[in-house]
Nanobody, 125 residues
Framework: QLQLVESGGGLVQPGGSLRLSCVAS????????IGWFRQAPGKEREGVSY????????HYSNDVKGRFIVFRDSTQNIVYLQMYDLKPDDTAVYYC??????????????????WGQGTQVTVSP
């Protein structure tokens, strides 16, 4: 069964860091594109970081560029979202999602076939 499971969320102070994990089972990440999306209370879900695993192509939203890094553990079926300099506006439920593909990443939610259950990130003093 194809499954994505996120972990690593929590409460962090502004300026702090967190690393989220997305563990994939039932399929290989070698030919997958992973997207990290987030949904804040009262807001629509938005994509923030994307990785085409085989080609190592990344893409970031303007809100997180320079602060977030998405990468894959080459020895495991895990993709990470390393978040630095977190701000209160980063507070949201973070989801990883995937579709089978290579090359340039697609950023629309509708292109992603598999979704995790989400992990809460709260940035507060």
């Amino acid at each position: 069964q194809l499954q994505l499971v996120e972990s690593g969320g929590g409460l962090v102070q502004p300026g702090g860091s967190l690393r989220l994990s997305c563990v994939a089972s039932g399929f290989s990440l070698d030919v997958a594109v992973i997207g990290w999306f987030r949904q804040a209370p009262g807001k629509e879900r938005e994509g923030v970081s994307y990785l085409s695993v085989r080609d190592r192509i990344t893409h970031y939203s303007n809100d997180v560029k320079g602060r977030f890094i998405v990468f894959r553990d080459s020895t495991q079926n895990i993709v990470y979202l390393q978040m630095y300099d977190l701000k209160p506006d980063d507070t949201a439920v973070y989801y990883c999602a995937a579709y089978a593909g290579v090359g340039v990443v697609r950023t629309a939610e509708r292109d992603y076939d598999y979704w995790g259950q989400g992990t809460q990130v709260t940035v507060s003093p």
